[in-house]
């Protein structure tokens, strides 16, 4: 029998990165907020690579904390090694990457969890949604406990049914050796959700003193540490250990190859679907084939531990067989391991089931964040509990809820391709996923959603009025410098050349020197008598508004083609046979999606553009 | 839209042995059942099934206007996908008018420009680029222009589209790969590779876009201009040229073209010829009228044919007729007399694309004629086949694209950052795209169906 304990208006089913953000935005959004977990010990847990960002990923940091999330500051706080990817491809695609130390980024985030104001967090199991006309009244937990609550966030990463594999043996399991959530799968079929079953997996960790380290390629981090917060301060930040980089062989190959028929991949016992863009080592070798070696990573898992991790090696085969391909790799000849690499299946919802605010369609007050929603990677899961949190305290204010648009953020990106496109396995964030990539540079994330993070309210007066500050100065000197002229000087001449660039005999715009890719506006500042003071952040938007401006012009243009597209709204709800010019297949998908307007319904897969054309002309004729 | 029926005349509005009136729509049988009484089989079009005609009164009450043959056509199989009843009168113009007012009055309406063709294509029966080259199939003069709208359907220009910009999908792809992949130890993208697929790319559009000019031609005919000295032999060119094919439209009255006077096809190629006043300066104020119009349409025209008599001397006129041709698609059509030959064309032949000579007393030079026409618009060993350009929307994707890849090619060698050019390539290929109807937009649909007329 259940008993009733306590009324909420929302409950965040999950405390790792989609739950914390989620909890921690509706808290401060003004909600009353619970947060379950399966073990109080796991908040915010890494239970795979040690580490937050990476390529579009560190996009998807810098967003959530100029929306006003908690990712970003942890990261921050907890970090032992910083490097910005992609140096030298264009400031489009650089990508922050921190190593983080895994435990105290628990305790960090536990603790902001726990100081939070309107934000309870509780140790249990929920198995139940309870629903009435379509609408979550609350929740029931494995003691019996029964919440009301006008909203619930279900943000249950791999812990719902969890399966964990290691070669022939298989046992219910959450990541990390915690318990698996075994009831709430069953309650949410009832609801009607659909449920699908995914899959991924974890390399193995091992002891340091198992690894020679003299027969490493090192990795250090960068001198010049950027942090992910707009509000972090640079001063202080350093990097305290390295990292190191090995790679398998022809014999690691092969040790892969004759045990292959052991991985329970191969041999079919996992149904679950795994990641493209993540996958195993068996999978890359297997896939790969031609590839003479593959490159892995030895990170710490943090500053008070022995443990190592080893990205790029996950891998489901028995444990002889881990422990026999790992000591064919150059520095890992004695290695020991300490936990095993393992694959975990979950169950999964279809993310097309849900709106862009990620309210399920068919539920009010029930949303879906994280590896729930079929992503795969921590920051994928937070930037979901961000925007679910925050329309989850929105809703119990009855207020419309937010959506962020493709041409916004990674984030808008993110939720569209989820939502409109859906996905067939662990979706992973790329910057390719985004067709506006110069537009949503990592560096000019707040720029993008400060404004929109300060009118929801996470973002306090104090950093939108030092953000205003920024923006007018960026403004100002932009202006300053296109209308600088520089006079050709021998000086200047000098530094043209020797940048491999031709000389001026004329005065010239500084703007327009400053567009030549040799050339950056720092180069200029000892021709630039009247530059004024600004800080680094200022400097380098105002050098790549300058340089990249043609470009951004481009992407403006395309993004207000597009807009034009979603402005032609569809009639919901809509039955799609209707329309005979449309194929099968795209009457079916329109009909299950139902998009808001043409621009969504281009981006379904399976409906053409003539398809496209079809409603065009046929919203037209219907007008 | 679907639901209403609609009817148009889908001839030509000319005098002519037959025109027919189209209506489709759900109520397309019902309507033809109150206008047309079947004396051929006895049952009323409602009852016909579908690809069978009836020949029959069509009648206004106890009014008989017209006779004629009613074809069915039951949806789906139908030019539109809809009930279609097709009705060939016999009575001309007006009587063909009153016929359609009497069909709107039993209640059909009048069909928009393109409404049948955008009925069958919102019914699947097309697709968008067909259903554009359904468009030029309307408008093409010549048969070389069927031919290439025909080819256009069959995807001849797809095909070339579509491996250039497969080629730039690849390097976006690895280009992609590269940057996402940091430490996945994925070769970089070498300069070199994204120059040489860039290149490669803006060559096979600039041969595109070059044969655009050749296929403008082919489908819109050329505006021809005649000129030359008064008595050089041009009515006789101009008597010749209509001989070999005898006009195919005769121009009518109070269109602005009035100095148009005959179109005659030449080969593949249809020429619209006009003949001109002389080139030369006149005190006459009237005259120069003449003159100043001449000039003016020697300027617009797409072909120029400036006759000389090779019996006489090279005068200033024709020397400054050889200066009006100067870069321009111009031939020099050497009429030859019995004279002897006095002309000294070396001295202005530097003025023209190509030079013939004709007879044209004795008829013979046509030949010659028409290879020096196709060799100056790149006809000869044109081939529908290869895939052209066929119409200004496709060339300025084209262009489009072509710009956005030199553009991408000039920032890569400045040494730009390959996030930046990437975009570059990113908005050329959305331009191929939306050439081939991959990428649907909005202008692209208003584009194509702007282009259609009433009845089709």
Not at chain 1, 59 to 83: N, T
Not at chain 2, 50 to 58: E, L, P, V
């Amino acid at each position: 029998m259940s008993h009733y304990i306590d009324s909420y208006d929302v409950a965040v089913i999950g405390a790792g990165h989609a739950g914390v953000e989620a909890a921690l935005a509706a808290a401060r959004l003004g909600a009353k907020t619970v947060m379950f977990t399966i073990s109080l010990d796991n908040i915010a847990n890494m239970p795979c690579n040690p580490s937050i960002g990476g390529t579009a990923k560190g996009h998807l940091v810098r967003e959530i904390d100029a929306l006003g999330g908690e990712m970003g500051k942890a990261a921050d706080a907890c970090f032992i090694q910083s490097r910005m990817l992609n140096r030298g491809k264009g400031p489009a695609v650089h990508s922050l990457r921190v190593q983080a130390d895994r435990v105290k980024y628990h305790n960090h985030m536990k603790k902001i969890c726990e100081m939070q104001e309107n934000l309870d967090v509780k140790q249990a199991e929920v198995t139940e949604i309870l629903a009435e006309n379509g609408t979550v009244t609350g929740i029931v937990t494995h003691l019996g406990g029964e919440y009301k609550v006008k909203t619930a966030i279900i943000a249950t990463g791999t812990y719902l049914k969890g399966l964990i594999h290691v070669g022939d043996v298989s046992y219910e399991s959450g990541p990390d050796s915690t318990l698996p959530a075994r009831g709430l799968s069953d309650s949410l079929k009832k609801l009607g959700i659909e449920i699908r079953r995914f899959k991924t997996g974890t390399p193995s960790r091992v002891h340091r003193r198992s690894i020679d380290f003299d027969k490493l390629e090192i990795q250090h981090g960068d001198s010049d540490i950027q942090p992910f917060s707009f509000e972090t301060s640079r001063e202080g930040l350093e990097n305290i250990v390295p990292c190191y980089v090995a790679y398998t062989n022809v014999e690691t190959h092969r040790v892969i190859h004759e045990n292959i028929h052991r991985s329970p991949m191969y041999s079919g016992r996992i149904e679950g679907i795994g990641p493209r863009y993540c996958p195993s080592i068996e999978d890359k070798i297997v896939r790969f084939s031609e590839r003479p070696r593959h490159q892995l990573f030895i990170e710490p898992m943090g500053l008070d531990t022995e443990e190592f991790y080893l990205q790029g090696m996950s891998s489901s085969l028995p444990e002889d067989v881990q422990i026999a391909f790992l000591r064919t790799i150059k520095g890992l000849e004695r290695v020991e391991i300490m936990r095993n690499a393992y694959a975990i299946e979950y169950d999964c919802c279809n993310p097309q089931d849900l709106k862009h605010t990620l309210e399920f369609k068919n539920i009010r007050g029930l949303y879906g964040a994280g590896q729930f929603n079929g992503t795969s990677g921590y920051e994928e899961a937070a930037a979901q509990g961000l925007v679910a949190g925050i329309n989850a305290a929105r809703y119990c204010k009855g207020q419309e809820g937010i959506t962020l648009s493709r041409s916004s953020s990674y984030i808008g990106t993110l939720i569209d391709d989820l939502v409109i496109k859906g996905c067939l396995d662990p979706y992973r964030m790329m910057t390719s996923r985004s067709e506006y990539r110069l537009l949503l540079r990592q560096d000019n994330a707040d720029e993008r959603l400060t404004p929109l993070g300060y009118e929801i309210g996470l973002i306090s007066e104090k950093r939108y009025k030092l953000f205003h500050v920024k923006q007018l100065q960026i403004k100002q000197e932009i202006s300053r410098v296109k209308s600088k002229t520089l006079s050709p000087t021998a000086e200047l001449n000098e530094l043209l050349l020797q940048k491999g660039t031709a000389e001026i005999s004329t005065g010239v715009k500084m703007s327009d020197l400053i567009r030549r890719p040799q050339i950056s506006y720092e180069d200029l500042a000892p021709f630039d008598g009247e530059r004024p003071e600004l800080p680094f952040e200022v400097q380098e938007q105002v050098g790549l508004q300058i340089e990249y401006e043609g470009y951004i012009e481009r992407q403006l243009a395309e993004v207000e083609h597009v807009r034009k597209l979603e402005n032609k709204r569809l009639p919901q709800p809509f039955d799609y046979k209707e329309i005979k010019g449309l194929s099968l297949e795209s009457q079916e998908k329109l009909n299950r999606i139902q998009p808001e307007n043409i621009g969504q319904a281009s981006r379904i897969s399976g409906v053409s553009p003539a398809d496209v054309s079809v409603l065009i002309i046929w919203l037209s004729a219907n007008k | 839209m679907s639901t209403d029926t609609a009817a148009a005349i889908s001839t030509p509005r000319a005098q002519g042995g037959i025109s027919v009136i189209r209506i489709s729509g759900e109520d397309a049988l019902s309507v033809a059942d109150k206008v047309f009484q079947s004396v051929s089989c006895k049952i009323p079009p409602s009852e016909m099934e579908g690809y069978t005609c009836a020949y029959g009164k069509i009648v206004n009450g106890d009014e008989i206007m017209d006779d004629g043959v009613l074809t069915v056509f039951r949806a789906p199989k139908s030019y539109t996908g809809e009930d279609v009843v097709e009705i060939s009168c016999h009575g001309g113009i007006f009587v063909t008018e009153q016929i359609l007012r009497l069909i709107f009055d039993r209640g059909a309406k009048p069909a928009g420009a393109g409404e049948f063709t955008k009925r069958a294509f919102l019914n699947g029966k097309m697709s968008l680029t067909q259903a554009e080259a359904v468009m030029d199939i309307i408008s093409a003069d010549g048969g070389a222009g069927l031919k290439c709208a025909e080819a256009l359907r069959d995807g001849a220009l797809f095909r070339r589209i579509k491996t250039v910009s497969d080629g730039m999908l690849k390097l976006l792809g690895s280009l992609a790969a590269w940057v996402d992949y940091p430490d996945d130890d994925i070769p970089a993208v070498e300069e070199y590779e994204i120059s040489a697929v860039l290149e490669a790319g803006i060559a096979e559009l600039g041969e595109l876009l070059e044969s655009y000019e050749s296929g403008r031609i082919v489908r819109e005919g050329a505006d021809t201009v005649i000129a030359g000295r008064p008595n050089v032999g041009k009515s006789t060119l101009m008597n010749l040229l209509a001989g070999c094919e005898r006009s195919i439209v005769s121009d009518t009255a109070g269109t602005t073209r009035d100095i148009v006077e005959e179109s005659v096809r030449l080969g593949d190629i249809v020429l619209r010829l006009s003949d001109t006043a002389g080139i030369h300066d006149t005190e006459d104020s009237v005259e120069s009228i003449g003159v100043d119009r001449a000039r003016k349409k020697l300027d617009s025209a797409d072909l120029i044919l400036a006759v000389f008599d090779v019996g006489s001397l090279i005068t200033d006129e024709d020397r400054e007729l050889s200066e009006r041709c100067r870069n321009r698609n111009s031939i020099a059509v050497l009429n030859k007399s019995d004279l002897e030959q006095r002309f000294d064309f070396e001295e202005i032949s530097d003025c023209f694309k190509n030079s013939v000579t004709v007879s044209a007393e004795k008829g013979d030079g046509i030949d010659a004629l028409k290879a020096a026409v196709e060799k100056l618009y790149g006809i000869s060993g044109f081939s529908a086949d290869m895939g052209i350009l066929a119409n200004e929307r496709q060339r300025s994707c084209a262009l489009k694209a072509k710009q956005c890849f030199t553009d991408a090619l000039e920032a890569l060698k400045a040494g730009a950052t390959f996030d930046a050019v990437t975009v570059l390539i990113d908005d050329g290929e959305n331009s191929l795209l939306e050439l081939t109807g991959e990428k649907a937009s909005e202008a692209v649909v208003d584009e194509v169906f702007s282009r259609f007329c009433v009845g089709k």
